[in-house]
């Protein structure tokens, strides 16, 4: 698939108005640089702007996107955008000629059977897991760098918004991503935490039938507070990659800090020692790729956060766990981690409830995450504990990694949740130890 950056962004360019561009060079600074660990509002593109002033050998960032099959764990795709060099973030490709560059990995369905076998051929099965089948073919995890201007040109990316609804990222060559917040202009866009709730359709079929102006007002403002939210386009590929296509995030839900609450927006945007944004701790999510020519195509849940630090990734976080999990009307976002000058974790977690947060914090013991089994063997899961809640999380696949450091499983869900008990799920979630 040809990437169509240049198009797109002319196409929107001229139609809102940019309040910032962030040009993102191949070559890393040789300046001292600061970062940014506060936002003045949950609006989409300040969340996404990059929070770094220049990326120099010790800085690193990346926008991280992903999407996991309702049906069947063992099918996923996560996308990562970066800007880092290997000083500063070990996973880093040696010796690149850009600090600008990608990493994919996409999880293939096997034959070998789903859980349980919902009835074979029932209507449960998702198109990619009924293709396998039909075609036969092995599971596997197919994995791609791609390093800007490698691929072609000079190798830059560059981000940018107009620091309310919308938000683009470019990395050229390479593929890049389009978020936008479907609201009409002027409208408080980004306000809703903890606001009321009401369903925007109903209001917009009330206008229909002649409201007054005041409801339509009321309405757009209920729209930009409800849980129907932003929408992203991630797309990759590049003449002759493993990997194209596009993974579509729907109706996300709204972002969150590490330690905003279920009633308000917490404007730090520190998880210990780092930077961390869930722009979207859930949201529907429609795959449609190509992968070593076979075509994969899914739907199921995503995924979007970024991270970033004016330091060494290495400097600051010694261990961490995180994931997310999707299992009857829930959705869960853990993380824990040890930063490398201490040894008391420090954590945050939210939950929603058929999109709406019901839990989220980040004080001391809000989440608990214990491994079951090694992170390198088959079958590593781990227990996921918060007031209230105990869920089992079981790898049924390691989806990435590097087999020593760095591994992140897919798998399926089982526990309890607020009094329910809940089954039947599918979680992405890693262990980092260093
Ligand atoms: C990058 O910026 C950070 C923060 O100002 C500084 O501590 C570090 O020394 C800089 N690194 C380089 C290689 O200039
Ligand atoms: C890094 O890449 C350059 C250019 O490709 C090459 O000349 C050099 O030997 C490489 N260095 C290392 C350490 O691999
Ligand atoms: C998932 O993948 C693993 C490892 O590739 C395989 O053993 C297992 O049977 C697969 N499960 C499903 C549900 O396809
Ligand atoms: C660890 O470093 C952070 C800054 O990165 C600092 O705020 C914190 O106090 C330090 N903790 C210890 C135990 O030294
Ligand atoms: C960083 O992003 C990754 C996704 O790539 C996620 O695992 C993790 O929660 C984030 N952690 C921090 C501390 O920002
Ligand atoms: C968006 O999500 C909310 C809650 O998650 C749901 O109530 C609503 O029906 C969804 N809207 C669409 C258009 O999918």
Redo the contacts with the bound molecule.
């Keep these: 698939m040809c990437p169509l950056p240049l198009p797109l962004l002319l196409l929107i360019i001229p139609i809102v108005r940019t309040q910032y561009i962030s040009p993102i060079p191949s070559h890393p600074a040789s300046t001292e640089i600061s970062a940014i660990y506060h936002a003045p509002n949950s609006w989409l593109s300040e969340l996404s702007a990059p929070k770094i002033s220049a990326v120099n050998t010790s800085a690193f960032e990346w926008w991280y996107f992903d999407a996991i099959s309702a049906t069947n764990p063992n099918v996923s795709a996560a996308f990562t955008f970066f800007t880092a060099s290997p000083s500063a973030f070990p996973l880093a490709p040696r010796n690149a000629s850009s600090i600008v560059w990608s990493v994919g990995f996409v999880s293939l369905p096997s034959l070998s059977g789903s859980p349980g076998e919902p009835g074979e051929g029932s209507g449960d099965e998702d198109s990619a897991t009924h293709r396998a089948r039909q075609s036969g073919s092995e599971g596997r995890v197919v994995s791609e760098i791609g390093v800007s201007g490698e691929v072609e040109g000079e190798g830059e990316g560059v981000v940018l918004g107009d620091g309310r609804g919308w938000n683009v990222g470019f990395w050229e060559g390479l593929g890049g991503w389009v978020a936008s917040f479907p609201s009409p202009p002027g409208s408080p866009l980004g306000q809703g935490m903890g606001k009321s709730r009401v369903k925007p359709a109903a209001l917009f079929s009330g206008q229909q039938h002649g409201a007054p102006a005041s409801t339509a007002r009321y309405a757009h403002r209920a729209a930009a507070s409800a849980p129907s939210g932003t929408n992203i386009d991630v797309w990759v590929g590049w003449e002759g990659s493993r990997i194209s296509g596009r993974l579509r995030l729907e109706n996300a839900t709204s972002p969150r800090t590490a330690c905003s609450t279920t009633s308000r927006f917490d404007p730090s945007l520190r998880l210990g020692?780092i930077g961390w944004a869930n722009i979207v701790p859930h949201a529907k999510a429609s795959v449609d790729l190509v992968v070593d020519g076979e075509v994969l195509g899914f739907e199921g849940y995503g995924y979007h956060d970024k991270n970033w630090s004016e330091r060494p990734f290495h400097t600051?976080i010694r261990k961490w766990f995180w994931g997310h999990a999707h299992v009857g009307p829930y959705s869960v976002v853990w993380f824990q981690a040890t930063?490398q000058?201490?040894t008391v974790p420090f954590g945050s977690a939210s939950i929603l409830k058929d999109g709406v947060p019901v839990l989220g914090g980040c004080e001391a013991g809000i989440v608990s995450v214990q491994r079951l089994g090694s992170p390198a063997s088959p079958g590593f899961g781990v227990e996921v504990v918060m007031r209230g809640v105990r869920l089992v999380v079981s790898g049924t696949r390691e989806v990435a990694g590097d087999g020593v450091r760095f591994f992140r499983w897919a798998g399926l869900v089982q526990g309890v949740i607020l009094g329910d008990d809940v089954g039947g799920g599918v979680a992405l979630f890693e262990e980092f130890e260093l």
Excluded: R
Aim: charged content about 0%; hydrophobic content about 0%.
């Design positions: 020692p600051q930063p000058n201490g």
